[in-house]
């Protein structure tokens, strides 16, 4: 079976010191754990920044010095994504700025669900012009499924020539609002992928072990990290580092071996270093 890819998203938009102090928040506590997670087995790392303030922000400039911060590790050549989500600006060219920063890859909805407070909105506008920008640069979407018509919708962009094959999709399940986190939807949306794309979830909530688990076996990959759960397990705060060493584990138990960065570079088909 492929080697496992497993991705880190250290901080989300959502969680704060005060949920789990754990939380990096600044550029030099999101670089010096990603660059933990990484000696733990971590390939890819998914990036969001904050303001001064704490707040999520898709600032060119905060994006660039976390960039620098994690040029400063000099031997990790984890794979850099940043996230273009919805609560980090207003307008479709707020969400997109950072893009010229150029990092292995972004994330992109291919469409519009709920979070649990909000509307996670990516109209067909919104959309084509990140996608755009993602081309301009040479950075590969990660497409984020948080609603399974975002699959159809991306095979239509790819159509269109907007985003190349093979695509590599992220199935985010257990969002209130939109995709639950059971197992009869992650084979949904398994089964329903072009054949040639790579794939991997992102599970928030009890479930994430389990799931994660199951798309192992099927031959996904795994995101963890306190953006998608602030609790290792019931009442215990989690770590960055301590949710990758698990899916380490589990991988090792179950006889599926780790990419390094560089095998998960030739896995999602993205550029040399
Ligand atoms: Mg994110």
Redesign the pocket.
Known sequence: MVKLIITV?PT??VPTKEMNPNVPITRTDIAAQIYECWKEGAAVC?I?TRDKDGLPTSDVDVNRAVMEELDKYKDCDIIRQL?T?GRAGKTYHERGQMICVAPDMA?LATGSSNFPTRANLNDPETVSYLAGEMKKYGVKPEIEVFDSAMIDAAVRLCEKGEISAPMHFNFVLGMRGSLPARAKTLFYLYESLPPSSTWGVSVIGKEHVDLSVMAMALGGHVRVGL?DNVYYSKGVLATNVALVKRMVNIAKAIGRDVATPAEAREILNLRKK
């Open positions: 998203a989300g938009n998914h969001h996230s989500g994330s953006e």
